[in-house]
């Protein structure tokens, strides 16, 4: 037997071959014929085939599925021949219609922790409308995870939550039918790290203009704890910079350790003199802190001064 190795669903296709034997078939010899396909796997029977007087045959059929389609010939037998059966040599693939499917949220920025709903949108399709909607965390530590798997609503969206803690990879899928094609769309949306810093050994604070700060003495050495999210390696930037003549001057910044409880404490040297003023931020700053599981992040400024 031989067919095509590509035919276009719902247009004639021809296969053909020959039945053969040491003792001669007669013409017109039946011939059951069964097609296998995405609809039909367990094979669905078509009209009897014959074959001429040097016995060979041919019949042509529109296939109804796209993907792999089979066809098998077969021959039941007589008191003088065994039975007999062949296939193609290769299934005839039958390309199916291309599906539209679309999952929103790519490229955005969230805060830590915001209940983000990725809402997947499927287009027309035959018989199937279900979708499987699949999350992957950034991090070795965090395996990818089925969120939902449903058939979308009436106007073809399906929607699954994912909390945002750190950058995730979200992935919808259509496994496709007889005449739509599987499809699958990634969104990658970004989440920031949790940071917020706390003064210490401060004897009060006070308002310089509309801006709030902790006030220390001029020998008193300041302390800032910061919190953030742990992770394994996790690294805060501590960022220092000092006020004079109206303008603020980067002063340095140094990479510290957190714990595993996402404390990092940095005390800070006494200036032994009064009246300067300084600000300091913590920030995850993604690959520099450590790891690449996160957006860069800057925790708001803190700000101080010394008195006698």
Known sequence: MSAPATSERAKKLTVSGKLASKVPLAAGTGLTVTRTD????????????????????????????????????SYAGDATHAPASG????????????????????GKLYSYGKDVIF????????????????ADPFGSDKPKKLLKTAKVNSKGNLSATVDMTRDTTVTAVFSGDARSAAKTVKST??????????????????????????????????????TMNYYSGRKQRFQLQVYYQGSWYDSG????????????????????????????RS??????????????TH????????TN
Not at 98 to 103: G, I, K, N, R, Y
Not at 213 to 223: A, G, H, M, Q, V
Request: charged share 20%; no cysteine; glycine share 10%.
């Open 38 to 73: 995405v609809e039909s796997q367990k094979g669905k029977a078509l009209a009897l085939v014959k074959t001429r007087a040097d016995g060979g045959f041919s019949f042509t059929d529109p296939p109804p599925a796209g993907g792999k389609v089979t066809y098998k010939v």
């Open 189 to 226: 949306a970004y989440g920031q790290v949790k940071v917020s810093t706390t003064a210490s050994r401060h004897y009060k604070t006070g308002k310089i203009g509309s801006t709030t700060y902790y006030y220390f003495r001029k020998n008193t050495d300041p302390l800032f704890t910061t």
């Open 119 to 134: 809402t997947a949108h499927l287009g027309m399709t035959y018989k199937n409308r279900t979708v499987s909607v699949h």
């Open 299 to 306: 925790g708001a400024w803190k700000y101080f001064t010394f």
């Open 253 to 280: 910044s140094e990479y510290f350790a957190l714990a595993t409880n996402g404390k990092s404490a940095v005390s800070l040297e006494a200036p032994g003199e009064s009246g300067i003023r300084a600000r300091m």
């Open 283 to 296: 920030s995850y700053i993604n690959s520099s802190s450590g790891d690449t599981v996160n957006s860069t």
């Open 87 to 106: 296939s193609g040599s290769d299934a005839v693939e039958v390309p199916r219609k291309a599906t539209a499917l679309t999952l929103n949220n790519n």
